[in-house]
């Protein structure tokens, strides 16, 4: 099922302990800055924490993941995370994203997380609950 779902945004800042040896943010690190705005997200936007979900017995898990680096994030820099759900399926999503400098808006790398749910109890992947499609779209 395709349709439009709502964007939003999560702000951080370069720590010190993510730049690399070429003195900015190691990209594995924007892996964690993606994941850490969907958990903010899941709770502030979507009114579902992970925490919920694991209560009920599911979880995400990334599939796929594709990101295209742009321009380097350096330390003490601000950005934005901003991702949204691009398609629903019976059993997950696809979530885009895109970082940005807070300043100045342009984008550091973007991409997108292909998203399986799981049930936590069997290890496989499970069916998207009525009420997590209408927490999700928005």
Same mark, same amino acid.
């Given at each position: 099922m395709i349709n439009n779902y709502a964007r939003f945004e999560s702000e951080f800042k370069v720590r010190p302990d993510e730049i690399?040896?070429? $003195?900015?943010?190691h990209n594995s690190k924007?892996?964690?800055y993606v994941l850490a705005a969907r958990y903010? $997200?899941?709770?502030v936007f979507y009114g579902?924490?992970?925490e919920e979900f694991m209560a009920q017995g599911f979880g995400w898990v990334v599939r796929t993941a594709h990101v295209n680096y742009k321009r380097?994030?350096?330390?003490? $820099?601000?950005f934005v995370v901003e991702t949204g759900i691009e398609e629903m399926k019976d059993k997950g999503c696809v979530v885009t994203f895109a970082i940005k400098f807070k300043d100045s808006g342009k984008i550091s790398c973007d991409g997108w997380f292909d998203y399986a749910l799981i049930d936590l109890n069997s290890g496989r992947s499970a069916?998207?609950?009525e009420e997590m499609m209408e927490k999700y779209s928005i």
């Amino acid at each position: 099922m395709i349709n439009n779902y709502a964007r939003f945004e999560s702000e951080f800042k370069v720590r010190p302990d993510e730049i690399d040896m070429f $003195q900015h943010v190691h990209n594995s690190k924007y892996f964690d800055y993606v994941l850490a705005a969907r958990y903010e $997200q899941m709770e502030v936007f979507y009114g579902m924490t992970m925490e919920e979900f694991m209560a009920q017995g599911f979880g995400w898990v990334v599939r796929t993941a594709h990101v295209n680096y742009k321009r380097p994030l350096k330390l003490g $820099q601000h950005f934005v995370v901003e991702t949204g759900i691009e398609e629903m399926k019976d059993k997950g999503c696809v979530v885009t994203f895109a970082i940005k400098f807070k300043d100045s808006g342009k984008i550091s790398c973007d991409g997108w997380f292909d998203y399986a749910l799981i049930d936590l109890n069997s290890g496989r992947s499970a069916f998207i609950t009525e009420e997590m499609m209408e927490k999700y779209s928005i």
